[in-house]
């Protein structure tokens, strides 16, 4: 490590610029959702008022049956599932299968978009029981604002991820990569290492939702 | 500069004549894993969320509680990290540069923690010490 550190011109021997580029976006983001995830710490230690119970408030009534938190655990496995399908559209990118690449992309994408649909329902039903950023009927007002910002904030990621899968699906799709055609915006050839640093920061919201689903809805 | 660009290997900003000659072999296929690698740590997620769920569903409480969801979130965080973002197979180098300043954050965690305590003992000291909802709460 120390050779590696100390050596000419570059650090990082196994990753390209643009994939040690992404790490570092993604630890920067990191820190933000450190801010968000311990402020919600901190106003829920704080408050002397009780806390309200996700397991009840997040529970939806299917066939009659109250069942707790089940919404959160299909977006849990959904978000899962679409980690899955892009680690597959790395590996058939890589082999270069440019249509199973790209078909995997909209999957991932697809299952984005789903999750996306889910955070919309949850809110919706959320702000029709009467829950705001400032107050709500259950208890800790403090609850309504950690909620809209943590989860608002991890839904705009997702959103965020699915217009760039849908980008690189494209442009895979037509095989830029095989042709060498160069870039929209930067004028350079590409290559096929652009879905496996797409997959970095999709991976990396499924991975923030690991810390929101056990901080947020399980504590 | 652009003349190795198209090949599947990283290769050095500016003239690479002097990149190391490594990562050329090493790295040549990319990060290219067994598809059942993929398929199995995917299973594992699966049955992981699926325990912290259940955690839930059966109304564990107290140590047990939190102690199980952060069992099962540090092996899912883990497992995501190690092999679907493939930093088991990166240089301890990057390895490091990546995962040693999100542990800062512990220490922000921890004077955090103390301040929240502070702050709930001032406010049951001084606002609600006669049974009444906190000014600040209305």
Request: hydrophobic share 55%; aromatic share 16%.
């Amino acid at each position: 490590m120390i050779a590696d550190w100390s050596s000419d011109q570059r650090s990082f021997k196994s990753a390209s610029w643009g994939k040690t580029m992404m790490w570092i976006f993604l630890v920067s983001d990191t820190f933000i959702f450190s801010c968000f995830l311990i402020s919600y710490m901190t106003v829920r230690m704080s408050t002397t008022v009780p806390w309200p119970n996700p397991s009840e408030i997040f529970a939806l009534d299917i066939g009659g049956r109250k069942i707790p938190l089940i919404l959160i655990a299909i977006m849990t496995f959904d978000l899962i599932t679409s980690s899955g399908t892009m680690a597959m559209a790395v590996n058939f990118a890589y082999a270069r299968e440019r249509r199973k690449a790209a078909i995997m992309m909209l999957v991932t994408a697809f299952f984005g978009a789903l999750f996306v649909g889910m955070q919309a329902f949850e809110w919706t039903k959320l702000i029709e029981e009467g829950v705001r950023p400032w107050a709500n009927p259950f208890g800790a007002a403090q609850f309504g604002s950690s909620f809209f910002m943590i989860t608002g904030f991890h839904g705009f990621h997702v959103s965020v991820g699915v217009i760039f899968l849908l980008i690189i699906a494209r442009v895979v799709w037509r095989g830029d990569y095989d042709q060498g055609r160069r870039g929209f915006f930067t004028s350079r050839r590409g290559r096929y290492e652009i879905v496996e640093i797409m997959g970095l920061y999709w991976h990396f919201v499924d991975l923030v939702w690991v810390f929101i689903f056990a901080f947020f809805y399980l504590w | 500069m652009k003349t190795a660009e198209s090949e599947n290997v990283p290769v050095a900003h500016g003239g690479d004549a002097h990149a190391a000659p490594s990562p050329r072999t090493e790295a040549a296929h990319g990060q290219q894993h067994p598809i059942a690698l993929y398929l199995t740590v995917w299973g594992l997620l699966f049955v992981l969320s699926a325990c912290s769920y259940l955690v839930d569903y059966f109304n564990f409480q107290g140590a047990e509680r939190w102690g199980l969801i952060i069992l099962f979130m540090l092996a899912k965080a883990g497992l995501i990290v190690a092999v679907f973002m493939h930093m088991a197979w990166e240089r301890l180098a990057l390895v490091v540069a990546i995962l040693l300043p999100p542990m800062a954050v512990l220490v922000f965690v921890g004077t955090m923690a103390l301040e929240g305590d502070y702050t709930h003992f001032t406010r049951a000291t001084f606002f609600v010490s006669d049974g009444r909802q906190p000014v600040e709460a209305r």
